[in-house]
Structures are given as C-alpha cells and as structure tokens.
C-alpha cells in the first residue's frame, strides 16, 4: 500500500507518504494506529517535477478533503527535505 514516510510531524499532527493509494480509507488507517494517539492527517504524495506534485488528503476527523493548508505546507516541506524534485 504504502512503501516510504516521507515527513511527520508532531507540532502538525501530520504525516506524508510517497505513495497514492487507490483508496482513499488508506488515510482511516493511519489516521486510528496505535503509533498517533491523538490522531493524524495523512497526505499521500507523488511528485511529478520542481513545480507540481499530486495529493490525496486524508483530514484528521474529516476524511478525504481537497482543501488542507496544513496538508499543503507539509507536501512541501517532505518534498523539499527529500529532494525528490
């Protein structure tokens, strides 16, 4: 399902992977593990070049969403550490 953690975050309560799921109740897994206690938002990311990526968001309590700022900030900062564009 998922192959790599590309950021986590406790001050976000985030967590971003390098894999898009097929389904979306991937992020209901991660969000509910035993490993965050107070739950967790989940992005799965893939970029694609310097300048776009693509993005599943998992809300913590809210399910799959299109809109997620703190999502978005952490897509970035995971791409910039790893340097995978």
Excluded at 25 to 34: D, I, L, N, T
Excluded at 62 to 69: N, R
């Amino acid at each position: 399902m998922v192959n790599s953690i590309a950021w986590c975050s406790s001050t976000t309560k985030s967590c971003s992977f390098w894999k898009i799921p097929r389904s979306p109740a991937s992020g209901r897994q991660f969000e509910h593990h035993p490993f965050f206690p107070r739950h967790v938002n989940t992005e799965f990311i893939l970029p694609f070049s310097r300048d776009r990526l693509r993005m599943r968001v998992w809300g913590r309590g809210s399910g799959e969403t299109l809109a997620c700022g703190t999502a978005a900030w952490t897509a970035l900062v995971a791409v910039v550490l790893a340097v995978r564009v």
